[in-house]
């Protein structure tokens, strides 16, 4: 009688767990749909002018902004339901909201089944992922595929063997199809795996190694052949992985600008997140109490993954951009959530049930403040144009046939895009030096020189007709 009573009390509490994630899921599916219509930002236009609508462009790398597996998936999304901004961001919506279920999923198994509250709520309403969430890039596909990877790392762990490591080989080759930079985590997740075969006892070094072997070759064969149409075509891999964006800096460089970008990508990574300071505690308490209770799963996994992703970094000797560290957030936030989990793990049910209230309340809370003042649309990563509709408007109106517009390259590609959207014929084209937001409407042979005169001042935007 007991024992059933334990596991209709152990099913009731999962089921309360799997309500927590439902309404994070909610949470995090209302704060995104509120931006999912943002005017379109500069890298997400660009793509889609010139890779997604041009199929024989599709698999170009001519910049890395062509985030390649996205793009495929924008691709196959917008020759089905049409090109507005949300159907365009469709991916990488989908896979901000799929990141919840995946990131509770993996911290729940590298904590014995425990916990899930924090991670799915921080997922949720973390402002960094809700911008990714609901702009055309591929860096939420590329934290749902590490969260997918590191998932099956323990399973990997759990029953060693050989053959089923494809799926982990498959993760990390579409991460490399996705965004290069996939190479930090990837490293991270393969360190992870390698001190948890070193770490088995009842594994023989042979067979840990023969893993880690096949596990390579896979990866390389599957990035290879995912990579083969746009190397073909780009004749060699420099494009690829040795563009200037992704070119390793002189020592000196390197060492002397890491602290100035360190310091830059944590004041944006953690813009307008109020709950800093908890979030600190919390993932120290989550790292005293991994080392207190001597769980081998989440201090192996802390150990290898800061390891790999460190040794990636400092051999790799290149700055990334502030975006390309999205992948750690959710890791950041699994030993977060274990720290919530020791604290409330000592509390009485009902106390544990207002600390989970609260979350969600919390939640719900700052997922107000960021749709209020709108703030996801008001960061300027990617390039942000807020009038870029108004403009589109009242050039369809005063060009005429023969015209073309003179655009600062940041604005070029959104207004494009508005212009298209409204059927409106007029070239685009771009000065190098150009000041502002100033936007100079020509003959098709004549250069714009000099101011002009003004036709419309635009929020921050100037129209001008050259004469």
Not at 388 to 393: G, K, P, R, T
Not at 422 to 449: I, K, Y
Request: hydrophobic share 50%.
């Amino acid at each position: 009688m007991r024992h059933l009573m334990d596991q209709r009390g152990r099913s009731q509490k999962f089921y309360g767990e799997l309500g927590f994630l439902c309404l994070a899921v909610v949470i995090g599916l209302i704060v995104r749909i509120a931006f999912l219509t943002q005017t379109m930002r500069s890298d997400e236009a660009l793509t889609f002018n010139n890779f997604v609508q041009k199929p024989g462009e599709l698999l170009h790398y001519a910049l890395p902004n062509n985030q390649l597996f996205h793009t495929v998936l924008v691709r196959l999304t917008t020759a089905v339901l049409g090109a507005d901004p949300w159907i365009i961001r469709l991916p990488a919506f989908l896979a901000g909201i799929v990141a919840i279920p995946l990131g509770w999923q993996f911290c729940r198994r590298l904590n014995n089944g425990r916990g899930g509250e924090f991670i799915s709520a921080a997922i949720a309403v973390f402002p960094f992922f809700v911008l990714f969430s609901t702009n055309a890039r591929g860096y939420t596909l590329l934290v749902c595929l590490c969260l997918l990877a590191g998932l099956h790392v323990q399973r990997i762990l759990e029953d060693p063997n050989s053959t089923a490591i494809w799926p982990l080989a498959v993760f990390i080759a579409l991460g490399f199809w996705t965004i290069p930079t996939m190479l930090y985590p990837a490293t991270g997740i393969v360190f992870w795996l390698t001190l948890g075969l070193i770490t088995k006892s009842d594994l023989a070094v042979r067979d840990g190694a023969w893993i880690l072997v096949v596990l390579g070759i896979q990866i390389v064969v599957l990035t290879t052949a995912f990579y083969a149409p746009t190397l073909i075509r780009e004749k060699g891999i420099e494009e690829v992985f040795f563009n200037r964006f992704a070119a390793s800096l002189s020592t000196e460089q390197f060492y002397g600008g890491m602290g100035d970008n360190l310091t830059h990508t944590l004041r944006h990574l953690f813009r307008h997140v109020t709950w800093k300071l908890p979030l600190v505690v919390l993932a120290v308490c989550g790292f005293v109490a991994s080392l207190m209770k001597r769980e081998e799963r989440l201090l192996l996994f802390l150990a290898g993954v800061s390891g790999g992703v460190a040794s990636a970094f400092l051999l790799k000797q290149s700055l990334p951009f502030t975006r390309s560290w999205i992948f750690a957030l959710p890791f950041l936030f699994v030993v977060a959530d274990r720290g919530y989990t020791w604290i409330v793990s000592a509390t009485p049910r009902l106390v544990t049930f207002a600390c989970h209230l609260l979350i969600i309340g919390a939640s719900v809370w700052f997922a107000r403040d960021l749709v209020i003042h709108n703030r996801i649309a008001k960061y300027n990563d990617t390039g942000l144009f807020p009038e870029v509709i108004d403009v589109a408007d009242y050039l369809t109106k005063v060009t005429q046939p023969g015209d073309k517009v003179i655009s600062p390259i940041p604005n070029k590609e959104p207004l494009k895009y508005y212009l298209a959207r409204a059927e409106c014929p007029v070239q685009v084209d771009h000065r190098l030096r150009q000041p502002g937001r100033h936007f100079f409407v020509t003959r098709e042979n004549l250069a714009p020189d000099g101011e002009g005169k003004l036709l419309a001042t635009i929020g921050a935007a100037r129209v001008f007709r050259m004469h």
